[in-house]
């Protein structure tokens, strides 16, 4: 027999694994060259975590707009436009001279992605059957964790062998090819692939045909902003974690245990790795136990429960353990855990509003850009200020926890009800 031949929406959803990919990658290579940054340009704890913080005040801001307008524009349009302003700024990181031309260079960055991730949710809400959604956001949110721990050693040899600056260069690079192979292979409406079958339509959410169009669907702001609020507040108190492991965990391994570079992105890559499997699982795990329970609200809910728990739990030993083996497994199942959360956090705005979905997880996301504005920058000012790390850990914990309990006040099962009055007063509004 024959190799089973990959369905366009499959080959749609690994030109979006591959955009997650690629995004992170050009995200958070900077952590890893953060130790010969501040070196090469004098520069404190205190002012890299500006640097790091600069990207996500854009990003954050970028958010709820970057989704309404891939809702209206469509995702062809503009992941083409976001990968290109990715690939620039990314690749202008490697001539910046001082910490205000790398805040700038981090604020670009914030922009061009700011709206990526709420635009590719809508590619999939229109590319994916519904059954698939929690699993689609759990493959490239895997992809991400994948940039994650490759990029550590990746972007250490470079440094190796090329420097820090020639990292951000090469990446820019590698964003272009993305945005070309985008714009040559993706439509907005799966009735509009030239290769797409009749039998793979069938199994897609129901298409209008938007051909030439932009959708023009009046979004009712204030009913999808009670609704989405409370993920955003799960999504801040999961995204300050998150956030200390993409900024801060090479320093942490580097600077805490004495490690040299190449060993200190080794035991990271480890870690985030693990984030990896826990994306892949927490999204498959959830659209199982939807299959077979029909219970939406607890595949999504149980799933982010444990997951908060379980981070909350083996987080615990970084305030008490000062041991790089022991700290080190303690991390990435804490890492392993909390990313059983993310599939299921973007999943939650499709099943509440997919109709919105742009709009919807961008308002989701809002939550980590916020605390990617505020981790990173809160966190170097304490080290500075204690001089350990326990005490910006602390903070991670009790966030942890607070998410658990707002978890269990949510129904992600109850969709999203637009009456005619909605849409008149969301008209009037914009």
């Known amino acids: 027999m024959g190799r089973r031949k990959l369905s366009i929406s499959n080959k749609v959803l690994l030109l979006l694994c591959g955009l ?253 790795f693990a984030g990896v499997i826990g994306d892949t699982f927490g999204g498959g795990l959830s659209d199982k136990i939807y299959k077979k329970t029909n219970n939406l609200k607890f595949a999504r809910k149980s799933v982010v429960v444990s997951g908060l728990a379980g981070s909350f739990i083996f987080l615990l030993p970084a305030l008490f353990v000062h041991n790089l083996v022991l700290i080190s497994i303690s991390l990435s199942v804490a890492f392993f855990f909390l990313e059983l959360c993310n599939a299921n956090l973007w999943a939650m705005p499709m099943d509440i509003a997919p109709d919105y979905s742009g709009t919807a997880s961008g308002m989701m996301n809002t939550g980590f850009g916020i605390a990617g504005m505020v981790s990173p920058l809160l966190f170097g000012f304490l080290i500075d200020v204690t001089g350990n790390w326990q005490v910006p850990f602390s903070a991670s914990i009790g966030l942890l926890f607070v998410g658990i309990i707002v978890t269990l006040f949510i129904d992600p099962s109850k969709k999203l009800n637009v009456n005619d009055e909605d849409r008149m007063n969301s008209a009037t509004s914009e």
């Not at 895997?142 to 972007?155: D, E, K, V």
């Not at 998150?242 to 870690?271: C, H, M, N, R």
């Open 20 to 272: 997650y990919f690629i995004a992170y990658v050009d995200r958070v290579n900077i952590a890893t060259a953060a130790p010969f940054i501040e070196d090469d340009l004098n520069l404190s704890s205190s002012q890299m975590g500006f640097i790091l913080s600069a990207f996500a005040y854009p990003y954050c801001f970028l958010q709820i707009v970057g989704g309404w307008a891939g809702d209206r524009l469509g995702p062809r349009k503009m992941l083409s436009v976001i990968g290109t302003v990715v690939a620039g700024t990314t690749a202008l990181t490697g001539a910046i001279s001082g910490m205000w031309s790398a805040m700038l260079a981090r604020l670009g960055l914030g922009v061009g992605e700011g709206a990526a991730f709420p635009t590719a949710t809508k590619a999939m809400t229109k590319w994916l059957p519904r059954e698939k959604w929690a699993f689609a956001q759990g493959a490239t949110h895997a992809s991400s964790r994948l940039g994650n721990a490759i990029t550590p050693p990746l972007i250490a040899a470079i440094i190796v062998s090329l420097g820090w600056r020639s990292s951000f260069l090469i990446m820019g690079v590698v964003s272009v090819i993305w945005v070309l192979v985008w714009l040559w292979y993706f439509r907005d409406n799966p009735k509009n692939h030239p290769k797409i079958t009749n039998e793979e339509l069938e199994q897609l959410p129901q298409q209008t045909d938007t051909k030439g169009q932009t959708e023009k669907k009046i979004v009712p702001w204030k009913k999808l902003s009670k609704r989405i609020l409370p993920i955003t507040l799960i999504d801040f108190c999961y995204g300050w974690s998150l956030w200390v492991y993409l900024t801060w965990l090479p320093s942490f391994l580097y600077t805490a245990y004495q490690i040299d570079i190449e060993k200190s992105a080794l035991f990271t890559a480890g870690i985030l």
